[in-house]
């Protein structure tokens, strides 16, 4: 069995773990429709994706 050959202190077990924290989802702001979407994402209500028809729109 694995043992640690000294104890790791509060200060450096958070350091190590500043870089697991969850970033926040980044929405903007639709051009056409004014509505909120992710980037990088089809708008599913029109079904527009960066000027062009992808998919049928939701109705």
Same mark, same amino acid.
């Given at each position: 069995? #694995?043992?640690? !050959? =000294?104890?790791? =202190?509060? @200060? %450096?077990?958070?350091?190590? &773990? #500043? $870089?697991?924290? /969850? =970033? #926040?989802?980044?929405?903007? +702001?639709? !051009?056409? =429709?004014? +509505? /909120? %979407? &992710?980037? $990088?994402?089809?708008? /599913?209500? @029109?079904?527009?994706? %960066?000027? &062009?028809?992808?998919?049928?729109? !939701?109705?």
């Amino acid at each position: 069995m #694995a043992v640690p !050959k =000294s104890k790791i =202190s509060n @200060s %450096r077990r958070g350091m190590r &773990r #500043a $870089h697991d924290k /969850l =970033s #926040a989802i980044n929405y903007v +702001e639709d !051009k056409d =429709s004014g +509505e /909120l %979407r &992710r980037q $990088h994402h089809i708008d /599913l209500k @029109s079904g527009m994706y %960066r000027g &062009r028809q992808v998919i049928a729109p !939701k109705d």
